[in-house]
Nanobody, 123 residues
Protein backbone atom coordinates (compact mmCIF):
# COMPACT_ATOMS: atom_id res chain seq x y z
CA UNK A 1 0.00 0.00 0.00
CA UNK A 2 1.06 3.54 -0.75
CA UNK A 3 -0.51 6.41 1.15
CA UNK A 4 -0.52 9.80 -0.54
CA UNK A 5 -1.31 13.14 1.05
CA UNK A 6 -1.50 16.31 -1.02
CA UNK A 7 -1.11 19.83 0.28
CA UNK A 8 -0.47 23.34 -0.97
CA UNK A 9 -3.70 24.19 -2.71
CA UNK A 10 -5.47 27.49 -2.26
CA UNK A 11 -6.80 30.63 -3.89
CA UNK A 12 -4.53 32.58 -6.21
CA UNK A 13 -4.97 35.31 -8.77
CA UNK A 14 -4.45 34.67 -12.45
CA UNK A 15 -0.77 34.87 -13.30
CA UNK A 16 0.25 33.69 -9.86
CA UNK A 17 2.00 30.55 -8.70
CA UNK A 18 1.39 27.65 -6.36
CA UNK A 19 3.42 24.62 -5.41
CA UNK A 20 1.57 21.44 -4.57
CA UNK A 21 3.17 18.71 -2.53
CA UNK A 22 2.37 15.03 -2.34
CA UNK A 23 3.91 13.12 0.54
CA UNK A 24 4.09 9.37 0.06
CA UNK A 25 4.43 6.69 2.69
CA UNK A 26 4.06 2.96 3.02
CA UNK A 27 6.41 1.73 0.33
CA UNK A 28 9.48 2.75 -1.52
CA UNK A 29 8.56 4.56 -4.70
CA UNK A 30 11.35 3.27 -6.92
CA UNK A 31 8.91 0.96 -8.71
CA UNK A 32 6.33 3.65 -9.31
CA UNK A 33 5.48 6.52 -11.53
CA UNK A 34 3.92 9.42 -9.69
CA UNK A 35 1.27 11.33 -11.54
CA UNK A 36 -0.70 14.50 -11.05
CA UNK A 37 -4.29 14.75 -12.22
CA UNK A 38 -6.96 17.38 -11.88
CA UNK A 39 -10.72 17.46 -11.96
CA UNK A 40 -12.80 20.56 -12.53
CA UNK A 41 -16.51 20.63 -11.65
CA UNK A 42 -18.55 18.73 -14.22
CA UNK A 43 -15.48 17.47 -16.02
CA UNK A 44 -13.56 14.22 -16.10
CA UNK A 45 -10.32 13.79 -14.22
CA UNK A 46 -7.51 14.70 -16.55
CA UNK A 47 -3.81 13.97 -16.63
CA UNK A 48 -1.48 16.84 -15.78
CA UNK A 49 1.94 15.24 -15.58
CA UNK A 50 4.07 12.43 -14.22
CA UNK A 51 7.54 11.57 -12.99
CA UNK A 52 9.18 8.18 -13.18
CA UNK A 53 10.51 8.02 -9.66
CA UNK A 54 13.57 5.87 -10.24
CA UNK A 55 15.10 8.10 -12.93
CA UNK A 56 13.33 11.41 -12.39
CA UNK A 57 12.10 11.63 -15.97
CA UNK A 58 9.06 13.87 -16.28
CA UNK A 59 6.29 14.47 -18.77
CA UNK A 60 3.53 17.06 -18.70
CA UNK A 61 0.36 17.54 -20.67
CA UNK A 62 0.33 20.05 -23.51
CA UNK A 63 -2.24 22.15 -21.65
CA UNK A 64 0.29 22.96 -18.93
CA UNK A 65 3.58 22.67 -20.77
CA UNK A 66 5.83 25.61 -20.11
CA UNK A 67 3.87 26.57 -16.98
CA UNK A 68 3.86 23.48 -14.74
CA UNK A 69 6.85 21.47 -13.61
CA UNK A 70 7.01 18.20 -11.73
CA UNK A 71 9.91 17.14 -9.58
CA UNK A 72 10.53 14.73 -6.74
CA UNK A 73 12.60 14.73 -3.61
CA UNK A 74 13.74 11.23 -2.84
CA UNK A 75 14.94 11.97 0.68
CA UNK A 76 11.44 12.88 1.81
CA UNK A 77 9.40 10.73 -0.59
CA UNK A 78 7.67 13.83 -1.84
CA UNK A 79 6.59 14.79 -5.35
CA UNK A 80 5.87 18.39 -6.24
CA UNK A 81 3.83 20.20 -8.84
CA UNK A 82 5.09 23.72 -9.41
CA UNK A 83 2.42 25.75 -11.14
CA UNK A 84 3.27 29.12 -12.65
CA UNK A 85 1.32 31.57 -14.78
CA UNK A 86 -1.91 30.13 -13.47
CA UNK A 87 -5.12 30.67 -15.40
CA UNK A 88 -8.75 30.50 -14.28
CA UNK A 89 -9.13 27.31 -16.33
CA UNK A 90 -6.57 25.66 -14.05
CA UNK A 91 -9.15 25.74 -11.27
CA UNK A 92 -9.73 22.16 -10.13
CA UNK A 93 -9.11 19.62 -7.43
CA UNK A 94 -5.59 18.32 -7.93
CA UNK A 95 -4.71 14.73 -7.11
CA UNK A 96 -1.49 12.84 -6.97
CA UNK A 97 -1.46 9.15 -7.77
CA UNK A 98 0.92 6.21 -8.15
CA UNK A 99 1.16 3.72 -10.98
CA UNK A 100 3.40 0.76 -11.70
CA UNK A 101 3.26 1.64 -15.40
CA UNK A 102 6.05 4.02 -16.26
CA UNK A 103 4.50 6.01 -19.11
CA UNK A 104 0.80 6.04 -18.46
CA UNK A 105 -1.41 9.09 -18.79
CA UNK A 106 -4.57 7.05 -18.13
CA UNK A 107 -6.08 7.54 -14.69
CA UNK A 108 -7.21 3.90 -14.72
CA UNK A 109 -3.58 2.81 -14.57
CA UNK A 110 -3.01 4.63 -11.29
CA UNK A 111 -3.80 2.48 -8.29
CA UNK A 112 -3.10 4.73 -5.33
CA UNK A 113 -4.64 8.18 -4.93
CA UNK A 114 -4.47 11.03 -2.53
CA UNK A 115 -7.52 12.87 -1.25
CA UNK A 116 -6.96 15.89 -3.48
CA UNK A 117 -6.31 19.56 -2.87
CA UNK A 118 -8.37 22.45 -4.23
CA UNK A 119 -6.77 25.04 -6.47
CA UNK A 120 -8.84 28.09 -7.35
CA UNK A 121 -7.55 30.72 -9.76
CA UNK A 122 -9.44 33.99 -9.83
CA UNK A 123 -9.54 36.24 -12.87
Amino acid sequence: QVQLVESGGGLVQAGGSLRLSCAASGRTLTSYTMGWFRQAPGKEREFVGRVIWSIGRTFVADSVKGRFTIFRESATNTVYLQMNSLKPEDTAVYYCAASRLSQSVDRNDYVYWGQGTQVTVSS
